[in-house]
């Protein structure tokens, strides 16, 4: 034991151990360094952190349902019924009745022909282009779109063409410019760093006009935007214009795991056939399944949940704008940046908040770009009005105490 010790040390030991150190002290410098905050109670409205009682205002739990006991419920007896895990990939022995009646469930929700459910939506943007996109082809992606459709869209051989954020102009140009079999254009509908949703309308418009298909990840609107919670394209009411959509169980649909693309049948057929995180996972679990059939039951039977969620985002928007933060977004979503700029700044600023009984976060570069620093807060249909005044009340005390407002 102690000559293999002895070798392994002096094997590894080496130069990526030491660029790694380099590294991280390169990072810590900067202010960029990301501390794991542990949570010591379930995901909800009011959390424990470090043995103190706080407020959380960032999750991504937009309808307040993590903790639900009707999922908890649900999903106990879907653990039961089903067992634990499949131990297989699906087209194997990994599909149960409980997979397929979800994707049922998702493709009635959305009105679209058929879905497919993945391990996460990073798995389904992972898979999608790769298996529909040929050379012959060319997909338009906005620049600030999720690393997801990013990665998966270099792992395909189509024509890449990337449009400035949220610009209709340069898209079109783009669109005019090129030469494809397929044109894809893909955006997020609501971009989770910048508060800020796709304007569908005109990207209808425009796919209309060069004889393009359109693919939106929903990921933090499927639950949030419309009446009746169905996402931007429902926002927008362009529902039946939408080729495809990827979105996530993950978010405010439970907050479990779970990605899905759902769409027209041939399409989704040939992911079946085609799209490697499906063909080459393991099965979503079973009782995750199951709670997330009780969620499309939820918020069903729950409209008011939305007209809540707006509410809330509409009022702590207004009131953070009218103390002097500068805020990013559009109004209606409840992903709410205010930008800081400095990297440390923003950490700073999210440590402070936690005095205040406050659990928000700083981001910094490289998950945005340097210098657009910022603390990233989330309503939730789950806060009372008593916890977004007590939020506005600590943003105004430490943005006073640090001179940012």
């Excluded at 002097?324 to 990297?343: A, S």
């Excluded at 205040?356 to 910094?364: A, D, K, M, P, Q």
Aim: aromatic letters at 8%; one cysteine or more; hydrophobic letters at 40%.
């Amino acid at each position: 034991m102690k000559a293999f010790n002895k070798i392994f040390s002096k094997n590894y030991s080496n130069k990526l151990v030491n660029i790694c150190k380099n590294s991280i002290e390169d990072i810590k410098s900067s202010g960029a360094y990301k501390v794991e905050r542990v949570l010591q109670t379930p995901q909800s409205m009011e959390i424990l952190v470090n043995n103190k009682k706080m407020l959380n205002f960032c999750a991504n739990n937009y309808l307040g349902l993590s903790d639900d006991e009707r999922l908890i419920n649900v999903a106990e007896f879907g653990l039961k019924e089903w067992g634990y895990g499949m131990s297989s990939v699906r087209f194997i022995c990994g599909t149960q009745t409980i997979h397929k009646d979800l994707e049922r469930a998702i493709s009635r929700f959305h009105k679209k022909e058929d879905s497919i459910l993945y391990v996460s939506c990073f798995d389904a943007n992972a898979g999608i282009f790769e298996a529909l996109l040929t050379p012959e082809d060319a997909v338009f992606s906005d620049a600030l779109n999720h690393a997801s459709i990013i990665d998966g869209i270099r792992l395909c051989k189509a024509q890449k063409q990337r449009y400035n954020h949220l610009d209709m102009n340069d898209l079109e140009e783009k669109l005019k410019l090129t030469e494809a079999r397929v044109k894809l254009i893909v955006t997020d509908g609501v971009f989770s760093m910048d508060g800020d949703i796709a304007p569908l309308d005109k990207i209808v418009n425009l796919a209309k006009k060069y004889d393009a298909s359109i693919l939106v990840d929903e990921s933090h609107a499927t639950g949030v935007l419309g009446k009746t919670g169905r996402g931007t394209p429902e926002y927008f009411n362009v529902e039946k214009e939408i080729d495809i959509i990827n979105s996530t169980l993950g978010k405010a649909l439970g907050g479990g795991c779970g990605g899905y693309t759902t769409g027209n049948k041939e399409i989704v057929d040939l992911l079946r056939q085609k799209s490697r995180p499906y063909l080459f996972s393991n099965s979503l679990l079973p009782f995750v399944a199951k709670g997330g059939m009780e969620v499309f039951r939820i918020i069903r039977d729950s409209e008011d949940i939305f007209q809540k969620l707006n509410e809330s985002t509409r009022f702590f928007r207004a009131k953070i704008s009218g103390l002097g933060f500068k805020i990013l977004g559009n109004f209606d979503c409840p992903i709410v940046p205010i930008m800081l700029g400095d990297e440390k700044a923003a950490i700073d600023f999210g440590m402070e908040m936690e005095s205040e009984g406050i659990y928000v976060v700083g981001f910094s570069y490289p998950v945005v770009p340097k210098g657009q620093a910022r603390v990233r807060v989330q309503i939730s249909a789950g806060h009372t009005k008593e916890h977004l005044e007590k939020a506005i009340k600590a943003f105004e005390t430490i943005g006073k105490k640090t001179k940012i407002i």
